[in-house]
Each structure stands twice: as structure tokens, then as C-alpha cells.
């Protein structure tokens, strides 16, 4: 895990959830990635002091379900995801299928940042329909994120 000043242990499961998304990166000990005067929907390990290099392919994602910029919509363990800018959607969807990424997410729906699973590219499902599709592979994880490293270590 990232370096923090607290040795605080806690457990996140569905439904847990974070007022600002600050605070979200706090708990985790990254730093939210300013975007001019507001934050990016998130923060990468890869990004923090991670002494542990398993991480550096999870990144906390807090995307807004009623964005001005962006098409959220989630339901029984997926989200897809995409610029409402439809030109941009084919670079966007590139920039996932040649990378990987883990992202432990919380959507906003309303008011807080609430968590809704660590998510996984359908790499299937977004070539088939053009845009990020995102599949819940983790429900609830401790703090010290064996269960995040553990899916990593076994994944093909």
C-alpha cells in the first residue's frame, strides 16, 4: 500500500462509501490528480510511492453516473464507460485494450462517492460494442489489499 502517516486497517464492502473523492484517496494514501481547479475521477498506484509493484496496475476510479463529460451507466456488476464527445470514444476505448488496469471503484449517484467493486476491461464485450466495458471481478477487500493482490497474481 502506498505510504501513510496511519497505520488505520478497515474494510471496504459494498455500500461504503466517501463524501469527496479526496477523501476516498486519502483513506488509501494517494494523492487525487488535480484537473485544473477540480480533481480527475481518480488516483493510480502506480502513480504513488507502492513499494509493492503488484499495485501498480490498480487505480482508485470515481466516475460520476450523472457527468457532464462522461456515460457511466452501471447494473449487475458492470459499467460502461464513455466520452459523451463520441469522437473521442475510439481512443479512449484504445487506450484500455492495449493496457491493463484493476480499478477499485466508487460511483457517484446523488451525493457521496459510494463503492461499488473493483472492476476489470471486458476486453470481449468492449470490442464488441465500441466502448469501455467494465465487469465487477472483486466485491470487498481489507486494507492491505491481499484480495486485489491475490486476483492479480492468479489472473491468465
Known sequence: MAKTTSKVSFSIAIGNSFRTIEDGCKAFG???IKYGYRYKAGASFKNA???DKALHDVALWFPNAQSNE???????????????KTSKTKAHVNKFLNTYELRITFLKH???YTYV???ELDKQETNKMGVCVWKCVIDAF???LHEIKDY????Q
Do not use: A
Open 30 to 32: 494517494l494523492k487525487p
Open 70 to 84: 462522461w456515460n457511466n451507466n452501471s447494473g449487475l456488476g458492470v459499467i460502461i464507460e464513455s466520452p459523451k
Open 49 to 51: 510511492t507502492v513499494k
Open 142 to 144: 481489507s486494507s492491505d
Open 110 to 112: 446523488g451525493g457521496d
Open 152 to 155: 492479480l497474481n492468479n489472473r
Open 117 to 119: 467493486g473493483v472492476y
